[in-house]
T-cell receptor, first 110, second 114 residues
Framework: GQQVMQIPQYQHVQEGEDFTTYCNSS?????IQWYKQRPGGHPVFLIQ?????EVKKQKRLTFQFGEAKKNSSLHITATQTTDVGTYFC??????????FGAGTRLFVKA | NAGVTQTPKFRVLKTGQSMTLLCAQD?????MYWYRQDPGMGLRLIHY???????AKGEVPDGYNVSRLKKQNFLLGLESAAPSQTSVYFC?????????????FGPGTRLTVL
């Protein structure tokens, strides 16, 4: 079945360092969404990418969708302690089922 | 708007006991979902509903049943709880099945089965 792999599983960074998480799908996606979950909280929608090669920015966050629409990345520039949490990618293939990656947990040391 | 709410927030069960988790949304969304979240496993879809009166199996449906008698409510039932069902359960809803639609999550229910 369809799989969405996400790496790394977790990452520790010093505040001010950059952070990137990668998402790879076994099949071509119609779109990909990114969610953030704070410790003890619930997933909150961040952004959606639909077009091949699409790049979107939200302040210090940059999201990319691969040309083949099978991979995506989230890059955070100059991390802050408020960035702590788990970042999930979620891929859709044209149906209503969303397949979530396992998530990357980000730890930021002040 | 309260968005998506879940009750209860926490629950401890003994093996073999039953319980029902309630999810409610006030956004008039057609689609509702139940996920479970386990460490290192991400979110896995248990069951979902594409509208009032309809339900369908997701990725990990065994041991669970659901009902959607009202559009705003989606119930998840455990008939005979097992320790393997210890998890955090999230309900979500979305307006439509369109690929561009996002899911709104409830705060979660932390279930422990002893």
């Amino acid at each position: 079945g369809q799989q969405v792999m996400q790496i790394p599983q977790y990452q520790h960074v010093q505040e001010g360092e950059d952070f990137t998480t990668y998402c790879n799908s076994s099949t071509t996606l119609s779109n990909i969404q990114w969610y953030k979950q704070r410790p003890g909280g619930h997933p909150v929608f961040l952004i959606q990418l639909v077009k091949s090669g699409e790049v979107k920015k939200q302040k210090r966050l940059t999201f990319q969708f691969g040309e083949a629409k099978k991979n995506s990345s989230l890059h955070i520039t100059a991390t802050q302690t408020t960035d702590v949490g788990t970042y999930f990618c979620a891929g859709q293939t044209g149906g209503f089922k969303t397949i979530f990656g396992a998530g990357t947990r980000l730890f930021v040391k002040a | 708007n309260a968005g998506v709410t879940q009750t209860p927030k926490f629950r401890v069960l003994k093996t073999g006991q039953s319980m029902t988790l309630l999810c409610a949304q006030d956004m008039n969304h057609e689609y509702m979902y139940w996920y479970r979240q386990d460490p290192g496993m991400g979110l896995r879809l248990i069951h979902y509903s594409v509208g009032e009166g309809t339900t369908a199996k997701g990725e990990v449906p065994d041991g669970y049943n659901v009902s959607r008698l009202k559009k705003q409510n989606f119930l998840l039932g455990l008939e005979s709880a097992a320790p393997s069902q210890t998890s955090v359960y999230f309900c979500a809803s979305s307006y439509s099945s369109a690929d561009t639609d996002t899911q709104y999550f409830g705060p979660g229910t932390r279930l422990t089965v002893l």
